[in-house]
C-alpha cells in the first residue's frame, strides 16, 4: 500500500507516495570490458517514489528512484599484478 510522502521536483517540494515494490527480473547488468574485464553491476532499489498529480509530456507518471550499486570485476590474469603490503 502507498504510503504519503514529500518528494522534491523541478526544486520544489511536492507530494508523493512511497510505492511498495518488488524486483523482477535479474537486477544486474554485465559489461566486456576491451581489456577483456567482465564487470558485473548490480542495482540495489532503495525506495520507489510517485508524485502525485504530476506528469511527463506524454502523460505518464513520475517515479523518482533512490537507489545504490554494486560492482565486482572478473580480471584476466595477465592484467593482475602483485598486492603492494604498503597499500594495506
Known amino acids: 500500500m502507498a504510503k ?3 518528494a ?10 512511497e510505492m511498495e515494490y ?5 537486477p544486474e547488468i554485465m559489461l566486456q570490458v576491451e581489456d577483456g574485464t567482465t564487470l558485473k553491476i548490480l ?3 532503495a525506495k520507489v517514489v510517485k508524485l502525485k ?10 517515479y523518482q528512484l533512490k ?3 554494486g560492482v565486482s ?4 590474469v595477465d592484467l593482475m599484478k602483485t598486492p603492494d603490503a604498503s597499500q594495506k
Open 4 to 6: 504519503p510522502t514529500k
Open 67 to 69: 537507489w545504490g550499486t
Open 22 to 26: 518488488k524486483i523482477v527480473g535479474t
Open 43 to 45: 542495482v540495489l532499489p
Open 73 to 76: 570485476a572478473s580480471v584476466p
Open 8 to 17: 522534491i521536483h523541478e526544486g520544489k517540494q511536492v507530494d508523493a507516495e
Open 53 to 62: 498529480d504530476i506528469y511527463n509530456q506524454d502523460g505518464e507518471p513520475i
